[in-house]
C-alpha cells in the first residue's frame, strides 16, 4: 500500500505526528515547504531519512516525527468526508467477519475511506474488496485516495445505490460489511454477492437501536442465523504520577498559622 | 439437505488451512447447552460428545464447517439451517403461576424411559409440555424460553464451529480466559489492528497466553510472512490454542521460528554448534546427527534472523517485566513500527507508560482498555445479554521512533 523501504522517498506520503491531536498526512514533494505550529520545514529535508525519525524544524522552533503510514493512523489524520469507523469498530468487525489474508470482502459505503484502508491492508493483494459509494464526489475522492495509496489492485470502488442496484458481484465474497442508514434494503442484495458453498458472514453498522431492530428482522427474514449484536467502545486510560502528601504537614503548618495569630 | 460442493480442501490462495473438516482436525462443536467443545476427528475413530450421544468420525470428514447435525444410531444427518420464528404477543402473565414440585409431573425414571426406548427429544419435549400445570397460562415468549431449556437438554443435535480467530478466542474466554491472560475476541483484534498484522508483515511475539497471540498472527499472515516468537522454556512451548487452528503443519515452520530468552541473546553462543564437527559411526548415528545438525541451522537462521531487525512490530503478553522485554528486542523493531503490551492488569502498563513517556524512542505511549457488550436481539425482548464480561484486559500502545 505505502511505502515499506526504511527511509523516506520523494513522492511518498508520510505521516506528519506532531500531537496526539495533530497528525496530517504530507506528501513529500520536494521544494514544497511544511508550516506549523512546531516550525518550519523543507520537504527536500525529509527525503531520506529513516521513517520514525523526529525531524527538529528549521528555525528551531520545535519538532515533529516523521512516521510510515498505516491504516490506524490513516484513520487518525484522514480528512472527514462523512463521520468514519474508528479503532475499536474496525477491528472488532474484521476480526468477527474472519477477514484474512486472501478474503473478498463487499463493504457500503465507502464513506472517507477509514474501514477500506483497513481492509485492503488485512486481504492484502491476494484478497479484494468491492467497496460501494452512492455519493458521486466521494466516490471519485475515494477512488483517488485508493490509487495515490497503491490499493487499486485490492480494491474496486463503484459508483453506485447498492440499496436500489444491488451490488456488481454475485457468489464471490466471504463477507459483506454494510454501513448504510437503511441496510433492511440490502441484505437480499448481500445473499446473492455471497458465496454459496462455504460459511459466510455479513456484518451490519448502526448507530440507531431502531435500526438495529430492523435489520435483525431482515436478515432472519433472509435466512442468515447465528445472529448476534455487540456494542464495542475502547477506553483510554490517563496516568498521572501523585504522591500522597504526609497529614503530619497539613497539621504542622496549621498549627504554626494557629500560633502567628 | 445437500452437503454443499465445497472447494478443495487446501485451495489457494487460503491455502495456509484446509476449507474443510480433515482427518487429525481437532474440531469445535457447539452443543445443545450453547456450550462449545474441541474433539479430534481421526478417520475411522468415533466422536463422543457425552449425554449428546456419539458418532462415527468419518460422517464428518470432508464437510465444509458450520453445518448442524442430529445424531442417529452412530450416523449424522445434516439440519437445515433454523431461523427465529415469530412470536405473538398475548395477554398472558405470571400473576396465577405457582412453582411447585408437581407443576412438570414426568418423573426423572419415565423421562429416561421416553430416551431408552429412542423417542426424539421433540416428543419428549411435547409430553412434558402436555402434562405441565402451568404452561397454557405462560406468556409466548415465557413458553419459547421453556421449550428452549428443554432442547438444551435433550436435543442429540450440534453444530460444527469455523476454527476462525474470533471462534478459537472466544471458546477459550469462556472455558479458561487465566490461560489466555483474559485476552478477549475485541482485545486480541484491536492488538492486531494497532500492530498492523498484514500478510508479508514480520512480528516478533512474547505469547504467554497458551499461543493465542501466535495463533492470531499466524491467522492473519495466511502462510506469507514471518514470525518469531520467545519463551522462557528449551523447547517451543506447545501452544495449545494452536490445536484448534488446524494450520497446515507443513506450512507454518516456514513462517514461524521460536527462540528462548538465551538464545535470542546476541553476545550467548548455543551449546549445539559445539558437536557439529562429529561424523556418524553408524547410519543411525548418521540420522541423530542430521537431526541434530538441522535442529541447529534452525535456531543459528533464527538467530540471524532476529538479529538483522527492522521487524514492523512487537507484540507482548507476558509476566515477565516489560520494561526489560523492551530493553531486549526494542532495537530489533523498525523505526515507525508498533509496540503492543497487554497485561490482565492495568497496574504493569501504567508503571511501563510512566517510564517510557520519559524515553523519546517511545512516541505517545498510551493505555486503553476495551469495553464489550452483547445483546439479545428479538422481536420484543432486546436487552443486553445478563451476564458481560467485566476485563478483556490492558493494552499499551507505543510507536517506536
Known amino acids: ?261 | 439437505m445437500d452437503i454443499p460442493d465445497c472447494e478443495d480442501a487446501t485451495s489457494a490462495p487460503n491455502s495456509f488451512k484446509a476449507t474443510t473438516i480433515q482427518s487429525g482436525h481437532t474440531v469445535l462443536l457447539r452443543l445443545p447447552s450453547g456450550e462449545t467443545k474441541g474433539f479430534k476427528v481421526e478417520k475411522d475413530g468415533t466422536v463422543s460428545i457425552g449425554r449428546v450421544g456419539s458418532f462415527r468420525a468419518n460422517e464428518l470428514i470432508g464437510h465444509p464447517y458450520g453445518l448442524t447435525y442430529e445424531i442417529r444410531g452412530k450416523e449424522l444427518t445434516v439440519q437445515p439451517p433454523h431461523t427465529l420464528q415469530e412470536v405473538e404477543e398475548t395477554d398472558a402473565t405470571n400473576e396465577l403461576i405457582n412453582d411447585g414440585e408437581f407443576v412438570q409431573p414426568l418423573t426423572l425414571g419415565e423421562i429416561e424411559g421416553l430416551k431408552k426406548s429412542g423417542v426424539h427429544a421433540s416428543d419428549i419435549i411435547k409430553a412434558q409440555i402436555e402434562q405441565h400445570a402451568n404452561y397454557s397460562m405462560k406468556t409466548e415468549y415465557s413458553k419459547e424460553k421453556y421449550k428452549q431449556r428443554k432442547e438444551a437438554k435433550y436435543s442429540k443435535t450440534f453444530s460444527t464451529v469455523e476454527p476462525t480467530i474470533y471462534n478459537v478466542c472466544d471458546h477459550w474466554f469462556k472455558k479458561d480466559q487465566n490461560r489466555i491472560r483474559d485476552i478477549r475476541p475485541d482485545t486480541l483484534s484491536q492488538m492486531l489492528n494497532l500492530a498492523n498484522v498484514r500478510p508479508g508483515g514480520r512480528y516478533i511475539v512474547v505469547d504467554e497466553a497458551s499461543g493465542l497471540l501466535v495463533s492470531a498472527i499466524l491467522e492473519r499472515l495466511g502462510g506469507e510472512g514471518r514470525l518469531i516468537s520467545i519463551c522462557d522454556v528449551d523447547s517451543p512451548p506447545a501452544y495449545p490454542v494452536m490445536t484448534l487452528m488446524n494450520f497446515r503443519k507443513d506450512i507454518v515452520p516456514n513462517i514461524h521460528s521460536s527462540l528462548n530468552w538465551a538464545t535470542a541473546q546476541e553476545d550467548y553462543t548455543p551449546v549445539a554448534a559445539a558437536t557439529l564437527s562429529e561424523v556418524g559411526k553408524s547410519e543411525r548415528h548418521r540420522i541423530r546427527l542430521d537431526k541434530r545438525k538441522n535442529a541447529a541451522d534452525t535456531l543459528s537462521n533464527a538467530r540471524e534472523e532476529l538479529f538483522a531487525g527492522e521487524y514492523d512490530a512487537l507484540l507482548i503478553a507476558s509476566d515477565y517485566n516489560p520494561l526489560e522485554i523492551l530493553q531486549n528486542l526494542i532495537i530489533y523493531v523498525a523505526g515507525s513500527g508498533s509496540i503492543v503490551v497487554q497485561s490482565p492488569f492495568s497496574q504493569p502498563l501504567t508503571e511501563l507508560q510512566s517510564t517510557l513517556r520519559l524515553d523519546p524512542s517511545y512516541l505517545a505511549p498510551s493505555i486503553t482498555e476495551s469495553w464489550l457488550r452483547r445483546y439479545q436481539v428479538l422481536p420484543g425482548r432486546t436487552h443486553p445479554t445478563m451476564n458481560t464480561s467485566g476485563s478483556g484486559g490492558f493494552l499499551l500502545h507505543a510507536i517506536k521512533v
Open chain 1, 1 to 261: 500500500m505505502w511505502s515499506s523501504a526504511r527511509d523516506v522517498a520523494a513522492g511518498d506520503l508520510v505521516i506528519i505526528w506532531q500531537t496526539r491531536e495533530l497528525i496530517q498526512p504530507l506528501l513529500i514533494t520536494p521544494g514544497k515547504d511544511l508550516n506549523s505550529r512546531f516550525g518550519y520545514y523543507r520537504h527536500a529535508d525529509l527525503v531520506g531519512i529513516p521513517y520514525g525519525s523526529k525531524v527538529g524544524s528549521r528555525n528551531g522552533k520545535g519538532f515533529i516525527h516523521v512516521l510510515r503510514p498505516t491504516p490506524e493512523l490513516w484513520t487518525m489524520a484522514l480528512p472527514h468526508r462523512t463521520q468514519i469507523l474508528y479503532l475499536a469498530d474496525i477491528a472488532f468487525i474484521t476480526s468477527w467477519l474472519d477477514i484474512k489474508r486472501g478474503s473478498s470482502v463487499i463493504e457500503a459505503g465507502t464513506g472517507s475511506g477509514s474501514f477500506s484502508h483497513s481492509v485492503a491492508r488485512t486481504i492484502g493483494s491476494a484478497g479484494h474488496l468491492w467497496s460501494y459509494e452512492f455519493h458521486e464526489a466521494r466516490a471519485n475522492k475515494a477512488r483517488e485516495e485508493f490509487s495515490l495509496h497503491g490499493m487499486a489492485d485490492i480494491v474496486t470502488l463503484t459508483h453506485r445505490n447498492v440499496c436500489k442496484d444491488g451490488f456488481t458481484v454475485e457468489d464471490t465474497v466471504d463477507a459483506v460489511f454494510l454501513d448504510l442508514p437503511a441496510p433492511w434494503d440490502a441484505i437480499e442484495h448481500a445473499k446473492k454477492a455471497l458465496k454459496k458453498n462455504s460459511p459466510t458472514r455479513i456484518c451490519c453498522f448502526s448507530p440507531c437501536m431502531e435500526q438495529v431492530l430492523r435489520t435483525v428482522s431482515a436478515l432472519n427474514d433472509s435466512g442468515f442465523t447465528d445472529i448476534t449484536m455487540f456494542e464495542t467502545l475502547l477506553r483510554p486510560h490517563e496516568v498521572h504520577q501523585i504522591s500522597p502528601q504526609p497529614l503530619t504537614q497539613a497539621v504542622e503548618k496549621l498549627k504554626k498559622l494557629e500560633q502567628k495569630r
